[in-house]
């Protein structure tokens, strides 16, 4: 079975500093990994994605993420946050590419000034 | 990229009725939805996978006779919340995968807008 971990329910961080949010997953075969960005009263929008291969991926926005599969985590990141950051942010995983998402319970982002 | 856009955004019924929410891929079919529901301030919940020409599969926990799900075409995904009481209030989401109509599968999930329903 899959399982994902969020750390922080809710992150706070200043305008122009760097953004963590964490996420740790369990799969017993070699996961997909997801993060998902939902702005208020709207559907999910795809940030980024591990598959295969580079360890570090990029995704929209100045975010991006590591596949660590010996801390088996995937954190996000972006150096610089921006008021138009500020959203929901959900990790995700499926177990070999399969289509069934197993979700973590979200960390909200703030952004202040 | 491709699109999936569902209907009504919102919607208020008072108990007791039943509501469709529409859940539509537009540039792409899709022979596989998802429904998922999601309660305030928590993660997505997986409902149930619909299946174009089939029926749909629940998980476990999920009322079928509760959450009609019907498949009608390769581009479109119903979900009726029947006989829907203050606790069904909440935010429905579909999503279809791409690549489903070819066969590769990246496990990318394309999302609808979402549909807030409120049960009076």
């Known amino acids: 079975a899959q399982s994902v971990t969020q750390l922080g329910s809710h992150v706070s961080v200043s305008e122009g500093a760097l953004v963590l949010l964490r996420c740790n997953y369990s799969s017993s075969v070699p996961p997909y990994l997801f993060w998902y960005v939902q702005y208020p009263n709207q559907g999910l929008q795809l940030l980024l994605k591990y598959t295969t291969g580079a360890t570090l991926v990029k995704g929209i926005n100045g975010f991006e993420a590591e596949f660590k599969k010996s801390e088996t985590s995937f954190h996000l990141t972006k150096p610089s946050a921006h008021m138009s950051d500020a959203a929901e942010y959900f990790c995700?995983?499926?177990?070999?590419?399969?289509?069934?998402?197993?979700f973590g319970t979200g960390t909200q982002l703030k952004v202040e000034l | 990229g491709a699109v999936v856009s569902q209907h009504p955004s919102r919607v208020i019924c008072k108990s007791g009725t039943s509501v469709k929410i529409e859940c539509r891929s537009l540039?792409?079919?899709?022979?596989?939805m998802f429904w998922y529901r999601q309660f305030p301030k928590q993660s997505l919940m997986l409902m149930a996978t619909s299946n174009e020409g089939s029926k749909a599969t629940y998980e476990q926990g999920v009322e079928k006779d509760k959450f009609l799900i019907n498949h009608a075409s390769l581009t479109l995904s119903t979900l009726t919340v029947t006989s829907a009481h203050p606790e069904d209030s909440s935010f429905y989401i579909c999503?279809?995968?791409?690549?489903?109509?070819?066969?590769?599968?990246?496990?990318?999930?394309?999302f609808g807008e979402g549909s807030r329903l409120t049960v009076l």
């Open positions: 540039d792409f079919q899709a022979t596989t």
């Open positions: 995700a995983v499926s177990e070999g590419g399969g289509n069934k998402l197993t």
């Open positions: 999503s279809a995968p791409s690549g489903t109509s070819v066969g590769s599968n990246t496990g990318e999930l394309f």
